[in-house]
């Protein structure tokens, strides 16, 4: 396994797309495919972009992490806020959204979909989602 | 500096259909300048739109969602929001969600604009 890896951005949407890239550089280095390594940088996306808009003040803090082993990488994205589970977070069925036009919703629906293991943990103030993609 | 950029200022065929040229990555941080120009059509009294989406190289939910905002007051005034030639990594996460239903999706730029 390689040593874990983590990157500290700012809870500003301006830094997505230095998370993108990080992400996608790690996804490279652990082997995975383009495919997985898209699926992968989006649910990271979705859930940083997630807590910047609804969980943080701005100029908080998130740190998001790499776990490499041989196939799959695993992605942890940790910061302090109001407890949310993203990975049981109710939302209206994806039929639902799309028939009510709805704005808003598709984010939680992406990380479902697309990372192969979504895991959360509440720890003494901080939020911790764990994304996992193989392939 | 921005990974974004759309240009809405070309009008093609009679009646004149609305072009929104898309280009970089559209996400949290950029998709308020996809709003702010699909308004500024709203506001110009144009509701026959075309997403232009060949130079698209990336879509987040936050994007999704200004497609899916406008799509009904374009065709509440009697026009439509349709989405063309998105590339086929883009096109992916549309389908994930299921917009091929809602949307009026073509190949090219041509032929949503034909098929007003």
């Known amino acids: ?16 797309v230095r998370v993108r ?55 942890a994205v940790r910061y302090r806020g109001p407890r949310f589970d993203p990975t049981t977070a109710p939302t ?30 509440w720890d003494g103030g901080t939020n911790e989602v764990r994304l996992t993609v193989e392939g | 500096m921005s990974h974004f950029s759309v240009s809405f200022d070309r009008r ?19 998709a308020p300048d996809f709003e702010a120009a ?14 232009d989406g060949s130079g698209l190289d990336y879509v987040s939910s936050a994007g999704l969602g200004v497609f899916m905002a406008f799509v009904e007051p374009a065709r509440d005034g009697g026009g439509d929001l349709k989405i063309a030639a998105l590339p ?6 549309f389908d994930l969600l299921g917009f091929p239903t809602v949307f009026d999706m073509h190949p090219t730029v041509d032929a949503a604009v034909a098929s007003f």
Request: glycine fraction near 10%; hydrophobic fraction near 45%.
């Open chain 1, 1 to 16: 396994m390689a040593p874990p890896q983590a990157l500290h951005v700012r809870a500003d949407t301006d830094e997505l």
């Open chain 1, 21 to 75: 890239r990080r992400v996608g550089r790690w996804a490279q280095g652990a082997g995975l495919s383009e495919a997985a390594a898209r699926r992968l940088v989006l649910a990271v996306d979705e859930t940083v972009a997630n807590a910047i808009e609804h969980s943080l003040e701005p100029g908080a803090r998130i740190v998001i992490g790499a776990e490499a082993r041989p196939g799959r990488l695993t992605v």
């Open chain 1, 92 to 121: 209206p069925t994806r039929a639902d959204t799309l028939r009510q036009r709805a704005a808003g919703g598709y984010g939680l629906h992406l990380i479902r979909s697309l990372a192969d293991a979504a895991a959360y943990r």
């Open chain 2, 12 to 30: 093609v065929g009679q009646p004149p259909v609305r072009l929104l040229a898309l280009t970089g990555e559209l996400d949290a941080h950029t």
């Open chain 2, 38 to 51: 699909l308004q500024a059509c709203l506001d110009d009294g144009d509701v026959r739109l075309v997403a």
């Open chain 2, 88 to 93: 086929g990594r883009v096109f992916e996460v």
